[in-house]
């Protein structure tokens, strides 16, 4: 007889979530930064003040005369009034990346890459979408007598290829594309913002894949979910997730049960990354074997993951260090983690627990040799196994 305690979920109070009025993929005007506030930045940081000293010590001071010249723009153009640094585009200023790139040791002028912008045919204002590192590390080493020049920062002539268009579609593109060896490497979620601006704030649905994300993305955030960059001061609130890879190959519809899944019974953690390995799993096992996965079984195994863990991202916790066990006492080492147990322990424990609906096959039998004390869910805490007696 199942113990119907453990598959009974106690609602939670649901809280004002703050991210619903500040999701960065709700914006729809583009914010623009001035080159002179990356100036004051990286100045401030301690990685540009180790370098002057460096180079100070060394009496080094660059020679703005080797930079190459193709279209020269001078770099005022990207402080005044409608111009600067993309935001919608371009990532927030790395001071770390800045440190690396005028370091004695690698940096040489005569290598400097260009700038790239969109320039507005309308007003002449320039939009720097690639190169801001450039850009702010040349001004602030002239702004601090680190680099020659006969003029102030603004002055400055640099290369740059722009193009006429006050289609933000295209600036966002030409980032994504850009940004290869040698760049600072976007991020997957950057990389999912454009293309999710491209559809919401360009209106540009040319390429299918663009179109997919979205729709996707707006899946999820109707149900309370909400892609954040990893590490984020966001990251640690409800229904934010940072596991954008795993995200993008789950498709609409398993993204709608597992977000929907989240929604209703674990509102108030962030979006744990085994969502996305349990659903994708749970989803095709159970189409496999051409079992319906009702909303009743989900149910019971949110009662199970909070009866038994408090919430599945303890569970996750738990079934890694389950499967350390199991795998060092099977083969004699601990095998690297595989996120098929998060589903396959899951089912497993929902039967042995005395759960009645009908799962898959076998997915009862995968790392279970049915021995007690042999398969994987035999390595749960002792206060869980000891429950499979009763």
């Known amino acids: 007889m199942a113990d119907i305690a453990h598959f009974i979920y106690e609602d939670q109070v649901r809280k004002p979530n703050p991210i619903k009025k500040h999701y960065a993929l709700d914006r729809t005007v583009d914010k623009v930064r001035t080159l002179s506030s990356n100036i004051t930045k990286?100045?401030?940081?301690?990685?540009?003040?180790?370098?002057?000293?460096?180079?100070e010590e060394l009496g080094i001071v660059y020679d703005s005369s080797l930079l190459p010249k193709v279209i020269m723009i001078e770099l005022g153009e990207f402080d005044k009034e409608d111009a600067g640094i993309s935001e919608m585009v371009q990532r927030q200023l790395d001071t770390a990346h800045c440190g690396k790139i005028i370091h004695p040791d690698t940096f040489m002028p005569a290598l400097s890459q260009c700038i790239y912008a969109v320039k507005s045919p309308t007003t002449g204002a320039f939009r720097m979408i690639d190169g801001q590192h450039t850009a702010t590390n040349l001004a602030a080493m002239l702004h601090n007598g680190m680099m020659s020049h006969d003029g102030p920062w603004q002055t400055l002539q640099h290369p740059?290829?722009?193009?006429?268009?006050?289609?933000?579609?295209?600036?966002?593109?030409?980032?994504?594309?850009?940004?290869?060896?040698?760049?600072?490497?976007?991020?997957?979620?950057?990389?999912?913002?454009n293309q999710v601006q491209i559809v919401r704030v360009c209106s540009n649905t040319d390429d299918a894949e663009d179109v997919l994300v979205e729709q996707k993305i707006s899946v999820a955030q109707n149900n309370n979910c909400y892609a954040v960059e990893q590490k984020s001061d966001l990251s640690k609130k409800p229904g934010t997730f940072t596991h954008i890879a795993k995200f993008l190959t789950l498709n609409v519809e398993q993204i709608e049960r597992a977000t929907a899944w989240q929604d209703k019974y674990f509102h108030y953690i962030p979006v744990n990354g085994a969502l996305w390995f349990l659903f994708a799993d749970l989803t095709s096992g159970f189409k496999t074997a051409k079992i319906k996965l009702t909303d009743e079984l989900l149910g019971e195994i949110a009662g199970m993951y909070q009866s038994l863990f408090s919430d599945y991202?303890?569970?996750?916790?738990?079934?890694?260090?389950?499967?350390?066990?199991?795998?060092?006492?099977?083969?004699?080492?601990?095998?690297?983690?595989?996120d098929d147990a998060i589903a396959i322990a899951t089912v497993q424990l929902y039967k042995k627990l005395g759960g009645t609906a009908e799962v898959p096959g076998y997915m009862l039998d995968q790392f279970n040799e049915y021995k007690t004390g042999s398969s994987l869910i035999d390595f749960f805490p002792e206060y869980i196994t000891d429950l499979f007696d009763e």
Not at 42 to 55: S, T, Y
Not at 162 to 190: C, H, M, Q, R, W
Not at 321 to 330: D, E, Q
């Open 160 to 193: 740059c290829l722009y193009v006429e268009t006050d289609d933000l579609s295209f600036a966002l593109k030409a980032f994504s594309l850009i940004n290869g060896k040698g760049k600072k490497g976007l991020s997957p979620y950057k990389k999912l913002e």
């Open 313 to 338: 991202a303890e569970y996750h916790a738990e079934i890694q260090t389950a499967w350390g066990k199991f795998t060092k006492t099977k083969y004699g080492t601990k095998y690297p983690w595989n």
């Open 42 to 55: 990286l100045e401030e940081a301690r990685i540009f003040k180790k370098n002057k000293q460096l180079m």
